[in-house]
């Protein structure tokens, strides 16, 4: 199982399952003022949690399944979790204020708790200079999950072709001349290959890059939207059949809408005002009338407005809902389970998220708030843990990790707990990429200009 923080009462009813042990003897070998030093990448934890002292740190160990070792850092409470460090026991760095503790084998205590546990082992991959986006999809239809990224630094969008087994081969570019900030995959022109749909933050234009039908794309298209696009999303708003594209355009406080002719032509754009700076978009039915909406994370305004869709493509004035500070991400999902859409913001400078619960009467709930890592960029929603219960997943570009809140039921989530990404993490994505019936997470490192991919154990 995997906590960032501990509850008191959870402590109290692991210590009453523990009582008639002698954990730090029985259970774990312990090596005071010792911690890992080697260079390979599995002496890294899978997962850090801030707990109350180093027997709390063993318990967590120990009913963690896929936990080998654990140490214990007294001056910031942090208990990293280790995998795959049977090997690297006698390469130690001393080290005053840390405990150490490896996993006696046949010793595993059973968990008391129904939380299934998330592992997750990482790989890096190289891609063009500061990749700003990451979108999943089978660009090539060979029944695997590609990784597509948007190399804003490059002006360029990158395709990583999946081997078979959750690995990549390195990166083919694109050029697209302008700084491409944002990539969506839908297959735009009825062909049965999904294309790429860029916005151009630079140019004004939303840019498409047509599926050859191999995984290679032949020259863009481009279309005008408004000021400075954002964020794009691919949708059919009108249901016809044909997915049309949908732009944030942060330079000019509005939404287009490009409704699709069929073969991939699209009509001149339709505006609509929203809130200051939309820097996110997610067009998603949430009034349950199987019309797609418009929801926007509007920076400049600390809000999330949502246009409704009057059933042909058209929109209502926005409604609009208070969130954190520079709300920058947005995504929508059911996180509840009561058959309603809810949302879910990442706060860029409050370092937080909001839900925002759908009443079922086409308005929403004021925000619940969670802390998550520093200078949150980007979230999704998917099941991590396999409980059947959506979880969020943050890309915290100020700590260099990612946050996992796991759905405890009833829409209410234990505190984040963080793994390491590389360098200014920027854009997150979830997807079984390979094919272990798990979701893995894809994470854009725009300063490393890689992208992690985590697979779970």
């Known amino acids: ?23 730090r003897s029985c259970h774990m070998s312990v090596m005071v003022g010792q911690q890992f030093q080697c260079a390979n990448t599995t002496c890294l934890p899978f997962a850090t949690v ?10 967590i160990c120990l009913t963690e399944d896929h936990c080998q070792a654990a140490s214990f850092h007294r001056l910031t409470s ?28 046949n010793t595993r205590i059973v968990s008391v708790t129904t939380v299934n546990s998330v592992c997750l082992n990482q790989t890096y991959y190289s891609t063009g200079s500061y990749p700003i986006a990451v979108a999943i999809g089978d660009v090539n239809n060979d029944n695997k999950r590609d990784i597509i990224v948007a190399d804003y630094n490059s002006n360029t969008v990158g395709v990583l072709i999946n081997r078979n087994n959750g690995t ?3 990166e083919t570019s694109y050029y697209i001349g302008a700084f491409a900030i944002s990539i969506a995959l839908a297959d735009m022109n009825n062909d049965n290959y999904s294309d790429i749909i860029i916005a151009c933050y630079n140019w004004n234009y939303i840019n498409i890059l047509i599926n050859a039908g ?93 246009l409704f869709n009057t059933g042909n493509g058209t929109f209502l004035p926005q409604t609009s809902y208070a969130v954190g500070s ?60 396999s409980d059947n219960k959506p979880d969020i997943i943050v890309a915290n570009s100020g700590t260099n990790t990612i946050s996992i809140l796991l759905n405890m039921g009833g829409g209410t989530f234990q505190n984040q707990i963080t793994y390491s990404t590389g360098s200014n993490p920027h854009s997150v994505a979830v997807a079984d990429v390979n094919y272990d019936n798990k979701p893995d997470i894809i994470v854009a490192n725009s300063g490393s200009s890689t992208v992690s991919v985590l697979l779970q154990c």
């Open 1 to 23: 199982m995997v906590w960032s923080k501990i509850s008191l009462a959870l402590l109290f009813v692991l210590f009453a399952q523990l009582a008639a042990q002698n954990t």
């Open 50 to 59: 801030t707990v109350l002292d180093v027997h709390a740190c063993q318990i």
């Open 78 to 105: 942090n208990c990293e979790l280790f995998y795959g460090v049977s090997d690297n026991n006698t390469n130690m760095l001393a080290n005053e204020q840390t405990t150490t503790m490896m996993v006696i084998s």
């Open 168 to 170: 990549f081969f390195p």
């Open 214 to 306: 191999n995984g290679t794309f032949l020259p863009l298209q481009n279309y005008s939207t408004g000021s400075s696009p954002y964020s794009v999303a691919v949708a059919d708003v009108n249901n016809d059949n044909k997915p049309d594209i949908i732009s944030g355009n942060y330079g000019s406080n509005n939404v287009a809408v490009l409704l699709n002719t069929g073969n991939g032509i699209f009509l001149n754009k339709t505006t609509y005002s929203v809130g200051t700076y939309p820097r996110s978009i997610a067009v998603v039915d949430v009034n349950n009338d199987n019309n797609p909406d418009i929801i926007a994370a509007c920076y400049g305004s600390n809000n999330v407005v949502v």
């Open 326 to 385: 520079s709300p920058y991400s947005v995504a929508v999902a059911d996180i509840n389970n009561d058959n309603k859409a809810d949302i879910v913001v990442a706060n860029f400078n409050s370092s937080t998220i909001s839900i925002l619960f759908n009443t079922g009467s086409s308005t929403f709930f004021p925000q619940t708030t969670y802390l998550v890592g520093t200078f949150p960029y980007s979230v999704a929603v998917a099941d991590i843990n």
